[in-house]
């Protein structure tokens, strides 16, 4: 019989997997990366501030892609230590998302959400807070698992060994992201439910468990 999940804090799970999250075989990772990579609608010289970080993929990515600034707030250490190997042009901060930012309002171009607001039960604090950091020109880009997964039960977990290790995670209705969004004030300017067989070259085989149509990765642009 299988070894039943153990269960974490955010905290001590993304602790604990920090030392190998980057070489997981992940397919949400995988496809947002994908993603990432194709500019998020363009980064040259912006400013930009990831919420929930992480090990720092996508700020390297978008420093690439000719970002100016990037800055990102984790809750996890462990996480935030291996940002820190990767590249010391990080301004990183260890803070909880649903908290309010030591930083400026309107200063930054773009504010990213990639897979980590299935760790937030309400997305109106965080979301409040990325679209007082924008600049009245900016935008804030959202990618997270597509709702209709996270509803079904699909959630950041991991394989440690022998061990199985599960976190909280909250499921966001699309009812949650546009009443939300309405709420504060925040336009949707572009949507997409990017599916399996929209990435070329193919995503490795695990990402087609569900088929090739089945969306894996829901991606939002709003403007204020
Ligand atoms: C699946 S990882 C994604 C990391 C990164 N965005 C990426 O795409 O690789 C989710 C991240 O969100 C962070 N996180 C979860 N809840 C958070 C919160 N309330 N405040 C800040 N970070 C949080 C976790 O520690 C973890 O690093």
Same mark, same amino acid.
């Given at each position: 019989m299988p070894a039943e999940p153990i269960h974490l804090s955010v905290t001590d799970a993304y602790d604990r997997w920090s030392r190998f999250y980057d070489t997981y075989d992940n397919p949400m990772v995988a496809a947002a990366t994908r993603i990432v990579a194709q500019g998020l609608g363009g980064v040259q010289g912006a400013s930009v501030f990831e919420f929930g +970080? =992480?090990? =720092?993929r996508n700020l390297s990515a978008l420093l690439a892609m000719g970002a100016a600034r990037v800055t990102g707030c984790d809750l996890s250490i462990g996480m935030l230590e291996q940002a820190r190997q990767r590249d010391a042009r990080f301004e990183l901060m260890q803070h909880d998302m649903t908290q309010p930012l030591p930083l400026e309002s309107q200063s930054f171009d773009l504010a990213l959400f990639c897979? /980590? %607001?299935?760790?937030? =039960? *309400? %997305?109106e604090p965080p979301l409040r807070e990325a679209g007082r950091l924008l600049k009245p020109s900016g935008r804030i880009a959202i990618l997270e698992i597509h709702p209709f997964l996270s509803l079904s039960g699909v959630a950041a977990h991991f394989q440690d060994g022998s061990e199985e290790i599960r976190m909280p995670a909250y499921p966001h209705q699309f009812a949650a992201y546009c009443n939300t969004c309405a709420r504060l004030g925040l336009r949707i300017e572009f949507c997409r439910e990017w599916r $399996? +067989? *929209?990435f070329q070259p193919p995503l490795t085989d695990k990402s087609f468990k569900r088929g /090739?149509?089945? $969306?894996l990765l829901l991606e939002l642009q709003l403007r204020s």
């Open positions: +970080c =992480g090990t =720092g897979l /980590s %607001l299935e760790h937030v =039960g *309400d %997305l $399996p +067989c *929209d /090739s149509q089945s $969306p």
